[in-house]
């Protein structure tokens, strides 16, 4: 099973260039995440989707957009890169309901220089 | 809003030794509480997690348990290993909005 796949797993950008970091999960969850996690400050929500159709703020929004593409797909994109969203992200996924786990990706490392 | 605050690290143990890592949190109403760990270069996985007050999770000869009087989820394990060295993060959730909020993690270092 390939769980939460999320892609690239690396990548280097220069400020003020754009990307999209996309996230995949097979195991059929209404609820997706995006999480950045840095030194000393844990993992801090950007945005999230209860379900299909739907997207929220998270912690730290600001300088990213979301979109849920479908039951499956979560992109976070980046308009305009800047040194300070310099950042491992984390996608995870989860049935749904605030007592269920959630499965987590194997991040994307970003570097803005 | 709901947040999550977790001792800071490093913690650095013997194998062998007995391990808490303290966990509080804030909340309305009652959220479900978990743990989750980081072994390193990969993603966080659940270790344990409860659901309501008085509630014990455990795996892996871990546990944590829910007291709401405190509003505490510290996490335990009577004899650690080298193996168990990782970050470990604890978390909450709760209300209709689905949000997953975690603290700020604590790396454990056990040395032989």
């Known amino acids: 099973n390939a769980g939460v796949t999320q892609t690239p797993k690396f990548q280097v950008l220069k400020t003020g260039q754009s990307m999209t970091l996309q996230c995949a999960q097979d195991?059929?969850?209404?609820?997706m995440y995006w999480y950045r996690q840095d030194p000393g400050m844990g993992l801090r929500l950007i945005y999230y989707?209860?379900?299909?159709?739907?997207?929220d703020k998270g912690e730290v929004p600001n300088g990213y957009n979301v979109s849920r593409l479908n039951k499956r797909e979560f992109s976070l994109r980046l308009e305009s890169a800047a040194p300070s969203q310099t950042s491992v992200y984390f996608c995870a996924s989860r049935v749904g309901g605030p007592n269920t786990e959630a499965f987590f990706g194997q991040g994307t490392r970003l570097t803005v220089v | 809003g709901n947040s999550v605050t977790q001792m800071e690290g490093p913690v650095t143990l013997s194998e062998e030794a007995f391990l808490t890592i303290n966990c509080t949190y804030t909340?309305?109403?009652?959220?479900?509480l978990f743990w989750y760990v980081q072994y390193p270069g990969e993603g966080l996985q659940l270790l344990l997690k409860?659901?309501?007050?008085?509630d014990k999770g455990s795996n892996k000869g871990f546990e944590a348990t829910y007291r709401k009087e405190t509003t505490s989820f510290h996490l335990e394990k009577g004899s650690v290993q080298v193996s168990d060295s990782a970050v470990y993060f604890c978390a909450l959730s709760s209300g209709g909005y689905n949000k997953l909020i975690f603290g700020a993690g604590t790396r454990l270092a056990v040395h032989p």
């Open positions: 909340a309305t109403g009652y959220p479900s």
């Open positions: 195991m059929n969850h209404n609820s």
């Open positions: 989707s209860a379900s299909e159709g739907t997207t």
């Open positions: 409860a659901t309501k007050a008085d």
